[in-house]
């Protein structure tokens, strides 16, 4: 890897950082980018290039990247059992660089609303 390419990498990793800080706040991208003295433009482009919408190879040429598929899954219920020991993963499921671990006593509707998320991947 090149050393423009490590530097890219990097911001990339500090770009991701601030999108999550922006996005976990629960503010607007507008009041956020003011706020860091960012411009919406150059926030987005990075948002882009973070969620792989557009992927450009060396030619010069732009791909679009499969668009992700979100899957609604049921909140956890509200039940507490406190008589549980604490939970231990009974299953860990990869798909490239996705990675679900499925708990000893998972509501079984969380199971079954990942097991339809993962179909359509």
Same mark, same amino acid.
């Given at each position: 890897?090149?050393?423009?390419?490590?530097?890219?990498?990097?911001?990339?990793?500090?770009?991701?950082?601030?999108?999550?800080?922006?996005?976990?706040?629960?503010?607007s991208?507008e009041?956020?980018?003011?706020?860091?003295?960012? %411009?919406?433009?150059?926030?987005?482009?990075? !948002?882009?290039?973070?969620? +792989?919408? $557009?992927?450009? /190879?060396?030619?010069?040429? #732009?791909? %679009?990247?499969?668009?992700p598929?979100?899957? !609604?899954?049921?909140?956890? +219920?509200? $039940?507490?059992? /406190?008589?549980?020991a604490p #939970?231990?993963?009974?299953?860990?499921?990869?798909?490239?660089?996705?990675?679900?671990?499925?708990?000893?006593?998972?509501?079984?509707?969380?199971?079954?609303?990942?097991?339809?998320?993962?179909?359509?991947?």
């Amino acid at each position: 890897m090149t050393a423009s390419e490590l530097k890219h990498q990097a911001a990339l990793a500090r770009w991701k950082e601030k999108i999550a800080d922006c996005r976990g706040r629960g503010m607007s991208v507008e009041k956020w980018c003011a706020e860091q003295r960012v %411009s919406k433009t150059t926030y987005y482009r990075w !948002e882009r290039e973070l969620f +792989g919408k $557009v992927q450009k /190879p060396k030619d010069g040429t #732009a791909l %679009s990247a499969p668009v992700p598929t979100f899957a !609604e899954l049921p909140a956890p +219920g509200q $039940v507490c059992r /406190p008589f549980l020991a604490p #939970a231990e993963i009974a299953a860990r499921i990869r798909i490239e660089n996705v990675e679900v671990d499925l708990y000893a006593g998972a509501d079984p509707g969380m199971v079954q609303a990942l097991c339809k998320a993962l179909k359509s991947c």
